[in-house]
């Protein structure tokens, strides 16, 4: 499989879906998905309450990743103009050195379970410890299939959050889940036991969405000669782009805006393979706040090295490729198709690289042309769509808006009006680069 196609986004629609199907060898049936509502009322009414419809977003394709020497075309789903394309063009130029190359943890997430009114925390805390082995044994007696599968408990820790509190982690490899319920039911399992041990009075028992023991760790680099853009040197691009990178490193408020960048990649393949964004948000943040150094920090880094721009990231990525939405929900399964990932650990570093490559694409925009300009370009086919613009004049008319930099549907309207009072028709290229 390549995810190197030029020309892609200038193909109409039909003839995008059936490249797209050619080249993952879908069957008929998994290719007509791509042209179908892919999630029923029926299906949705199962899986949330008080279903009154289903809520669409667009499902588009990241091109031009390679991750560890192997391709993947990336289903994005994601409603903010420039993501999709953004991250491909930078993907485009990461490739050109090689690619992303990418690690990850073992699949560990933490059960906690919260110990309240303990009299000794200390004498507590070596009660547990010592007990551990049985602790774990408990646990893994509350889900046999995973030990089956080579999952399971796998060790335990104790903490004392203050006087008369403790919790308990533990730590479970969930395979290919997420892990949420294995984890939470694993929690229970082992609370009568731990509040015997401690004496004291158990509260929460639940998994932790910090899953600092389940990272991933991506790196790429892009040639100066790649970098170059307008009438700025690639070396001129590098040396703002650490800059920038440093601002990021030293300021918790430019930190969020850059993590955010990383995010719009990661939560898009997350949203199209069925996973919770929410948990890999929540988690993506406590880790950029807790990592060493103290403060909101940046979960991208990037240096120069002799004549290439490095960026490095890690974060905590918990998703699964088996279990949850994925049961039920047909898209999901059809983006985990188009991934075409053999496991959560693989799908996770894929998904890093989409964050790398969208934080690389902002960086670089802001420095070439400003973000504004870029992202306003693509943001002006919503306005042209909007305000009446339909086949071929949605193009003519975003077009004209982004190059008089006049965005407003009150000048989509007027330009609208006077193509078609002329009858001009003409299609022009997309105004996004080679993707």
């Not at 039911?185 to 969405?209: D, H, P, Y």
């Not at 075409?340 to 790398?356: F, I, K």
């Not at 919503?382 to 009150?410: F, W």
Request: a negative charge; aromatic letters at 4%; one cysteine or more.
């Amino acid at each position: 499989m390549n995810s190197r196609l030029p020309g892609f986004y200038r193909l109409p629609l039909e003839q995008r879906r059936q490249r797209i199907a050619a080249e993952l060898g879908l069957d008929e049936n998994a290719a007509r998905q791509l042209s179908q509502v892919l999630l029923d009322e029926t299906t949705a009414d199962h899986m949330v309450e008080n279903l009154i419809g289903v809520y669409g977003l667009p499902l588009g394709v990241g091109l031009n990743f390679r991750v560890n020497g192997r391709d993947h075309l990336v289903p994005m789903c994601v409603e903010e103009p420039s993501v999709i394309a953004a991250a491909s063009h930078a993907a485009k130029l990461i490739r050109k050195s090689g690619g992303f190359f990418a690690e990850a943890d073992d699949p560990i997430m933490i059960a906690q379970v919260q110990l309240c009114d303990v009299a000794d925390a200390d004498a507590a805390r070596l009660a547990i410890l010592r007990n551990a082995e049985e602790l774990i044994a408990l646990a893994n007696c509350a889900n046999r299939s995973l030990s089956d599968r080579g999952g399971g408990a796998r060790s335990l820790t104790v903490r004392v959050l203050e006087p008369g509190m403790l919790v308990v982690h533990l730590h479970v490899d969930v395979r290919d889940a997420m892990g949420a319920n294995v984890v939470n039911t694993m929690a229970e399992a082992i609370a009568e036991k731990l509040g015997q041990l401690s004496g004291g009075v158990v509260g929460l028992r639940i998994l932790s969405n910090l899953a600092d023991l389940r990272c991933v760790s991506v790196r790429a680099e892009v040639a100066f000669d790649d970098l170059a853009i307008n009438e700025q040197s690639g070396e001129t691009m590098a040396d703002g782009i650490v800059r920038a990178s440093r601002f990021a490193e030293l300021d918790p408020y430019r930190a969020a805006t850059h993590n955010k960048g990383i995010m719009n990649g990661v939560d898009a393949v997350a949203l199209a393979t069925g996973n919770d964004w929410r948990s890999i948000e929540a988690g993506a943040h406590a880790f950029a706040a807790t990592q060493a150094g103290g403060g909101y920090r940046p979960l991208a880094i990037w240096r120069r090295n002799e004549n290439t721009l490095q960026g490095t990231l890690r974060m905590p990525m918990a998703v699964g490729t088996v279990g949850g939405t994925l049961r039920v929900h047909p898209g999901a399964r059809l983006g985990l198709r188009i991934a075409d990932v053999s496991s959560s650990s693989e799908l996770g570093m894929l998904m890093a690289a989409v964050g790398l490559a969208t934080n690389f694409a902002a960086l670089r925009a802001m420095l070439a042309e400003g973000i504004q300009r870029g992202h306003m370009s693509l943001h002006a086919r919503s306005v042209a769509l909007h305000a009446g613009a339909t086949a071929d004049l949605v193009e003519r008319v975003a077009d004209e808006m982004a190059a008089a930099g006049d965005v407003r549907e009150e000048r989509a309207i007027e330009i609208l009006q006077r193509l078609r009072s002329a009858g001009t028709l003409s299609s022009p290229l997309a105004s996004c680069n080679d993707r």
